[in-house]
């Protein structure tokens, strides 16, 4: 069969969070940093398909088929070891602890920044032409995303940074749901089809992805997007990253874990037994 139950990939979870915290340093970063590169250039892509069609719907129909490619490659992103590393840990497996956990989410954090920041730099030389003229439009474009969700969260206070942290709980719980239902199918029409539909949504509904935003605003900063740096990472980068942890893990991980894995007792209804009495 094609589909896995649930029992099924949710083992496939715990298995994938395990050999991700005993994977050697270089492996994991080199996943990473490919994975952070590739998604990066579907950010790049989808807000270049919403600028030429003038429609966010189209940029967002299109963006997961950056997930689809670096799923299919088995590289990394943050969002994903959120999720499935912890899993390993409750279930209790040989040898993983809190601190190989923490240390594959510093791997990939580290590697999924480098190929993003990597991505920001040529496609700022692409949209400048070598930084000889002023951004075009997509790089405008990008300039002004870094504005509006930075110093437009300062704007609001307590309220903005309430606001980012919820979005970026959602964010990631729909990317896991991807991950996730990557898990579900054998073959690969499968896989892609359960990918996007979250990932989609996600993106459409403009929610706040770290490893996105390790693109977007790089490049915002590089292409004279009116923040500074500490703007980027108090009011965004930071808080996603905590976000994306908390939504992934609550709404995706925990809850999968505990309800096919961790089942509680089934409870047995007995069935009436009538009696017939005879005269």
Not at 45 to 61: D, E, K, N
Request: proline share 4%; charged share 10%; hydrophobic share 55%.
């Amino acid at each position: 069969m094609s589909y896995l139950v649930p029992s099924e990939f949710v083992t496939k979870m715990v298995d994938a969070g395990e050999s991700k915290i005993f994977m050697s340093t270089r492996d994991t970063v080199i996943r990473a940093y490919m994975a952070g590169a590739i998604l990066a250039l579907a950010a790049a892509f989808a807000v270049s398909m919403t600028v030429q069609t003038g429609s966010p719907l189209v940029g967002a129909i299109l963006f997961p088929v950056g997930f689809s490619m670096l799923y299919l490659l088995g590289f990394d992103l943050l969002t994903g070891v959120f999720v499935l590393t912890p899993l390993a840990w409750l279930d209790k497996r040989p040898g993983v602890t809190i601190r190989g956990i923490l240390r594959n989410w510093g791997l990939v954090f580290v590697g999924n920044f480098l190929g993003a920041l990597t991505v920001a730099v040529m496609m700022s030389i692409v949209f400048t032409f070598g930084f000889s003229t002023e951004p075009d439009e997509v790089g405008k474009k990008i300039a002004g995303i870094g504005v509006a969700r930075t110093l437009g969260y300062a704007q609001y206070g307590a309220a903005g940074m309430l606001t980012l942290f919820i979005r970026a709980m959602l964010c990631n719980w729909m990317v896991s749901t991807g991950v996730v239902g990557a898990m579900i199918s054998t073959t690969v029409s499968g896989k892609v089809i359960a990918m996007w539909m979250p990932i989609m949504l996600f993106f459409a509904m403009t929610f706040e992805h770290s490893i996105v935003n390790m693109f977007l605003f790089p490049s915002g900063l590089i292409m004279g997007g009116k923040f500074s740096i500490m703007d980027y990472l108090i009011w965004n980068e930071i808080p996603t990253v905590l976000g994306n942890l908390v939504g992934g893990l609550a709404f995706t991980g925990l809850t999968l874990y505990s309800t096919h894995v961790r089942t509680a007792p089934t409870r047995v209804i007995k069935e009436p037994v009538s009696i017939r009495r005879t005269a």
